[in-house]
T-cell receptor, first 113, second 112 residues
């Protein structure tokens, strides 16, 4: 079955540690996205990539980094510079172009203490 | 600035009691309006895409409509399994790329 996988589902880290969240898709989509979801707020875009080896900052990129070495994979690193990292992180992918819907993975809940 | 506002924030219905959720938007040049369903602790599930005013799409008990300023998600004779948060998003052209701008969602609870 085609889809998007994110791992792990739950992640716990100590403050000051970097952590990498995995996102893999087998939908053959060129574009991939990372969002953050907090209670009472809409999804906020962290980073996105329209094509391999290229990515752009979204609205809240500070304290995060990404790479796009393969079409299928778009890992997100939450660095120690992110001031409030505890959140639900969602990865999505889409066909490139105007008016294309995004398909989401199951999410990773990150808790930093 | 592109914005999406959903109302109400929360809605409680009895099973079989039809209602509508609202999504109002301001965007320079609508490229698409999307509805998603999100269950607790899970990723959003794509429901519909609407592109132009007057367009309608249906899926089971759900019907989405679009005007120049807002979209409605009509729920006919809802069942408890329709309980979820419904998200609306519009596609905007920002910074040289297409991006989705999301509303905060409407949490729907359908009681048996």
């Amino acid at each position: 079955d085609g889809g998007i996988t994110q791992s792990p589902k739950y992640l716990f880290r100590k403050e000051g540690q970097n952590v990498t969240l995995s996102c893999e898709q087998n939908l053959n989509h060129d574009a991939m996205y990372w969002y953050r979801q907090d209670p009472g707020q809409g999804l906020r875009l962290i980073y996105y990539s329209q094509i391999v080896n290229d990515f752009q900052k979204g609205d809240i990129a500070e304290g995060y980094s990404v790479s796009r070495e393969k079409k299928e994979s778009f890992p997100l690193t939450v660095t120690s510079a992110q001031k409030n990292p505890t959140a639900f992180y969602l990865c999505a992918s889409s066909v490139r172009g105007q008016g294309q819907e995004q398909y989401f993975g199951p999410g990773t809940r990150l808790t930093v203490t | 600035e592109d914005q999406v506002t959903q109302s109400p924030e929360a809605l409680r219905l009895q099973e079989g009691e039809s209602s509508s959720l609202n999504c109002s938007y301001t965007v320079s040049g609508l490229r698409g309006l999307f509805w998603y369903r999100q269950d607790p602790g899970k990723g959003p599930e794509f429901l519909f895409t609407l592109y132009s005013a007057g367009e309608e799409k249906e899926k089971e008990r759900l019907k989405a409509t679009l005007t120049k300023k807002e979209s409605f998600l009509h729920i006919t004779a809802p069942k408890p399994e329709d309980s979820a948060t419904y998200l609306c998003a519009v596609q905007a052209f920002q910074g040289g790329s297409e991006k989705l701008v999301f509303g905060k969602g409407t949490k729907l609870t359908v009681n048996p």
